[in-house]
């Protein structure tokens, strides 16, 4: 087992969580403990994954729909994110009616917005969502899955997670900035890998009823950039003017997602090379903390001692 989902968390006592999660990681170090913190207030989940121990927790994207509401949740789960612990997008959740009750592109939309603006690939969906099961959720019943329908998001769905598992702007310490206005219909975000060495735009119009129009800086590409990128979730590149004051109008249809890069393939540490030297990283700390107290142990970046021989 690799972790638990703590329901409704913040109703039981921090000391408690302080407990449970200092005894099971004793034993086992790598348990995640993922807070559903949805209906507390917000500095119940900051102190539970803080204090409390743990290291995740449900974002409440899943319930913020219009152009603004969107922009500033995604704000706001940004800069947690970087400081008490990861806020994971689930694209819909129990509570709620399933998204394809509005139709695939719905679900569709939904679901490649919750996985483009993830921290450290934090994006989770459902069974049943890439069958675009309809009925509700009851938890302590057998909902239908759909399974095996013909019109699904099994591909869409399949090639979003390859992208987050195996791109550098989606692993942790990735620079991510938003590049469109608060109240832009068009979700525009731009991620930086670590290393520098990566980037792409991932650009989501949040209107499913109508096309719209971003007019961004030519410096968003990068100076040097040959225009369209191709778009990383294998899509046809959507229409592009560039005009010679710098600007950049993209046309996006109803419900629309990119993500678009410079190059088809990662050009830094990317895939099964950044997971072995990650790896690698954790077992040198492991070999230091069996020579020194944890107090002495040196703040390398990760990096380092995963280079070390």
Same mark, same amino acid.
């Given at each position: 087992?690799?972790? =638990?989902?703590?329901?409704a968390? @913040?109703?039981?006592?921090?000391p408690?969580? %302080? @407990?449970? +999660?200092a005894r099971v &990681?004793d034993e086992?170090p790598e348990t995640?403990?993922?807070l559903e913190?949805?209906? #507390?207030a917000? /500095?119940?989940?900051?102190?539970?994954?803080t204090?409390g121990?743990?290291?995740?927790a449900?974002?409440e994207? =899943?319930?913020?729909? *219009?152009?603004?509401?969107v *922009?500033g @949740?995604?704000?706001?789960?940004l800069k &947690?994110?970087?400081r008490?612990?990861?806020?994971?997008h689930y694209?819909?959740?129990?509570?709620?009616?399933?998204?394809?009750v509005r139709?695939?592109?719905?679900s569709?939309?939904?679901?490649?917005l919750?996985?483009?603006?993830?921290v450290?690939?934090?994006?989770?969906?459902t069974?049943?969502?890439?069958?675009l099961?309809? /009925?509700k959720?009851k938890v302590?019943?057998?909902s #239908?899955?759909?399974?095996?329908? /013909?019109?699904n998001? +099994?591909?869409?769905?399949?090639k979003?997670?390859?992208?987050l598992?195996e791109? !550098?702007?989606?692993f942790?310490?990735?620079?991510?900035t938003?590049i *469109?206005?608060?109240?832009?219909p068009?979700y525009?975000?731009?991620?930086?890998s670590e290393?520098g060495?990566d980037?792409?735009l991932?650009?989501v119009?949040?209107?499913?009823?109508?096309p719209q129009t971003?007019?961004? /800086?030519?410096?968003?590409?990068?100076?040097?950039?040959?225009l369209?990128w191709?778009d990383?979730?294998g899509?046809k590149?959507p229409?592009?003017k560039?005009s010679?004051?710098g600007?950049?109008?993209?046309s996006l249809a109803? #419900?629309?997602?990119?993500?678009? *890069?410079p190059?088809?393939? !990662?050009q830094g540490?990317? #895939?099964d090379?950044?997971?072995r030297?990650h790896a &690698?990283?954790?077992?040198?700390?492991?070999?230091l903390a %069996?020579?020194?107290?944890?107090r002495?142990?040196p703040?390398?970046p990760?990096?380092q001692?995963a280079?070390?021989?």
């Amino acid at each position: 087992m690799d972790g =638990f989902r703590c329901d409704a968390g @913040y109703k039981v006592p921090t000391p408690a969580w %302080q @407990y449970i +999660v200092a005894r099971v &990681q004793d034993e086992f170090p790598e348990t995640i403990f993922l807070l559903e913190g949805l209906g #507390g207030a917000w /500095e119940a989940t900051e102190a539970l994954l803080t204090e409390g121990g743990m290291q995740w927790a449900y974002s409440e994207l =899943f319930q913020n729909y *219009s152009a603004r509401h969107v *922009s500033g @949740y995604l704000d706001h789960n940004l800069k &947690q994110s970087q400081r008490v612990g990861v806020l994971v997008h689930y694209s819909e959740t129990h509570d709620n009616e399933r998204l394809a009750v509005r139709g695939r592109a719905w679900s569709l939309l939904r679901n490649r917005l919750c996985g483009l603006a993830s921290v450290n690939g934090g994006f989770g969906f459902t069974c049943g969502v890439e069958w675009l099961a309809t /009925e509700k959720i009851k938890v302590h019943g057998s909902s #239908g899955m759909n399974w095996g329908s /013909e019109v699904n998001l +099994v591909p869409e769905l399949a090639k979003l997670n390859e992208l987050l598992s195996e791109h !550098p702007c989606f692993f942790d310490c990735a620079k991510l900035t938003r590049i *469109s206005a608060p109240d832009s219909p068009v979700y525009a975000l731009r991620r930086e890998s670590e290393e520098g060495k990566d980037v792409v735009l991932a650009l989501v119009n949040t209107d499913v009823e109508r096309p719209q129009t971003l007019i961004l /800086e030519r410096n968003a590409f990068g100076v040097d950039a040959s225009l369209p990128w191709p778009d990383l979730l294998g899509q046809k590149p959507p229409d592009l003017k560039a005009s010679i004051d710098g600007k950049v109008t993209i046309s996006l249809a109803a #419900g629309a997602a990119f993500c678009f *890069s410079p190059t088809d393939k !990662p050009q830094g540490l990317a #895939g099964d090379a950044y997971r072995r030297a990650h790896a &690698q990283a954790a077992w040198a700390l492991q070999a230091l903390a %069996q020579l020194l107290p944890a107090r002495a142990l040196p703040l390398y970046p990760w990096r380092q001692p995963a280079a070390a021989r």
